[in-house]
């Protein structure tokens, strides 16, 4: 069957040609983007144009329009997938995980009602119990759901502390409460928290920011000061976020102490651990996460360390409840055959309402790579992570931040204190200009540092090695220039 006529369909052999040819070019990618830059020369121009390049009005062929995005991407990313991209949170994303993406695009199922896509809505579920109980959670009362990403996820437990703490708050909405609730989080938190607090109506100043240690961990006695604080003022504290692996420099709250503190004072604890939550798979990471059992909600993005295509974040609850009180709602146009069957429809349980199947990436990896994948996986990453430090110290870099998870943030203790912003900001120009490598700059209590992170499971000791190299012949530029 032909339906050229739109030109939205292809011919069976047509679409296997595509496919074939599609499936190799992501193969060489995947097997050769260690040799490419890891990221573009940012020029503006180049780039419009080359977007603007393909006219609707004169539609081209299936084959060139592939390759035109393929040629595009290529030279125009940073590549996460590359062994030296030593940047944010974002992985090279597992085989499995992007025959996932394909799948689903293909099968393109309906999540918003178990009806339409029920055996979609039972493998998210499945795999959200299995990865509640990987955090201590019980199967009976774990709860959760599949969201975009960690913002999402954090935008849910807003909501869902909310709807815990003041059950007219559905309905009536912040007007019908008595106190402004408040809610606590360290500086160094992820900032999808400011842009939940705007969501949900409490504006950004209901988000205490408290201080960090100087390993940038939250410092307990200064929120038991603010929550004693706000009390005082008569405002109402409802929640309390843990970050369990920061995205600066990877700082792991003191989760205990935390816990100890959300049941003393009534609070909900939210751990955002969108990226270390993954040291769970390790148990000797999982020491400072330990206490994870005892939050309230969870975030965790399987995009992140898992190494699964964006966007898949979790949101994971040990309440039962507490989804279905935020979300449940009626709708006649939904589908009803799934009535009566005892199981949830996800749009009454979550923030979206069309639902992609986004567990699915989750599901193949791990029926491909198993819990034991996982472990090596990180495990692998940490031990990268460690060798970089050795590799950094062996070179008179001095590492500035204590994490067990593979975020380094170093400097050069030897340049003087005053010049250091300049320095720390030349060797990662550098570095990200010479393509070999991409790393950024972040700042360790007011001092810029320079920050580099596994997040490859393919990055390998020759690449930590070409790295440190890579920094020490930046250094000697500089220090070079500085003595001619
Ligand atoms: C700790 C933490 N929380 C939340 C997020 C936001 O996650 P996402 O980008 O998946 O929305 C990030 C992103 O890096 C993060 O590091």
């Known amino acids: 069957m032909t339906t050229k006529k739109f030109n939205l369909d292809l011919d069976r052999e047509e679409r296997m040609s595509i496919g074939e040819e599609l499936l190799e070019r992501i193969n060489d990618y995947m097997g050769s983007v260690g040799g490419v830059r890891v990221s573009p020369e940012l020029d503006v121009d180049a780039i419009v144009s080359f977007a603007q390049r393909l006219s609707f009005e004169h539609p081209v062929s299936a084959q060139e329009a592939i390759d035109h995005i393929v040629e595009g991407l290529t030279r125009f990313q940073v590549h996460t997938p590359h062994p030296r991209y030593f940047g944010l949170y974002n992985p090279r994303p597992n085989y499995m995980g992007i025959m996932a993406d394909m799948v689903t695009a293909a099968f393109n199922p309906q999540l918003a009602a178990w009806s339409h896509a029920p055996i979609a809505v039972e493998i998210e579920q499945y795999v959200l119990k299995e990865i509640a109980a990987q955090f201590g959670y019980s199967a009976e009362a774990a709860d959760g759901t599949f969201t975009t990403g960690g913002a999402e996820a954090n935008l849910t437990a807003v909501l869902t502390a909310l709807i815990h703490h003041f059950p007219s708050y559905g309905k009536e909405g912040l007007r019908s409460l008595k106190a402004q609730p408040v809610m606590y989080a360290s500086a160094e938190s992820h900032h999808s928290l400011v842009k939940a607090a705007r969501s949900c109506g409490l504006g950004t100043d209901s988000l205490r920011i408290i201080p960090a240690d100087s390993q940038l961990r939250m410092n307990v006695h200064a929120l038991q000061r603010q929550i004693a604080a706000d009390r005082a003022a008569g405002y109402a504290p409802c929640l309390l976020i843990a970050t369990g692996g920061t995205t600066g420099a990877g700082a792991i709250d ?26 769970v798979f390790a148990p000797e990471l999982m020491e400072q996460l330990r206490d994870i059992r005892r939050a309230d909600s969870i975030t965790f993005d399987a995009h992140k360390w898992m190494s699964v295509p964006m966007g898949a974040g979790m949101y994971l609850t040990r309440h039962r409840e507490v989804l279905h009180q935020a979300f449940s709602i009626t709708a006649d146009y939904m589908p009803k055959e799934g009535a009566g069957l005892n199981r949830v429809d996800p ?38 992570g460690n060798r970089l430090r050795q590799e950094l110290t062996r070179s008179n870099w001095t590492v500035v931040n204590d994490t067990v998870l593979p975020v380094v943030c170093f400097t050069d203790i030897r340049v003087p204190e005053e010049s250091r912003a300049k320095f720390v900001s030349f060797i990662c120009g550098e570095a990200v200009r010479s393509g070999q490598a991409w790393i950024s700059v972040y700042d360790m209590n007011q001092e810029p540092a320079l920050r580099a992170c596994i997040t490859n499971y393919e990055t390998a000791e020759e690449d930590i090695i070409a790295l440190v190299r890579l920094l020490n012949s930046a250094r000697a530029q500089m220090m070079n220039k500085k003595e001619r």
């Open 254 to 279: 003191p989760i205990g102490e935390l816990a100890d503190v959300a049941e003393d004072e009534g609070l909900w604890l939210h751990v955002d651990a969108a990226y270390g939550g993954a040291c």
């Open 347 to 384: 749009f009454t349980h979550s923030i979206q309402w069309s639902r992609r199947f986004i567990g699915l990436k989750l599901y193949l990896s791990l029926a491909t790579a198993g819990w034991e994948g996982y472990r090596r996986v990180v495990r692998h990453q940490a031990e990268m």
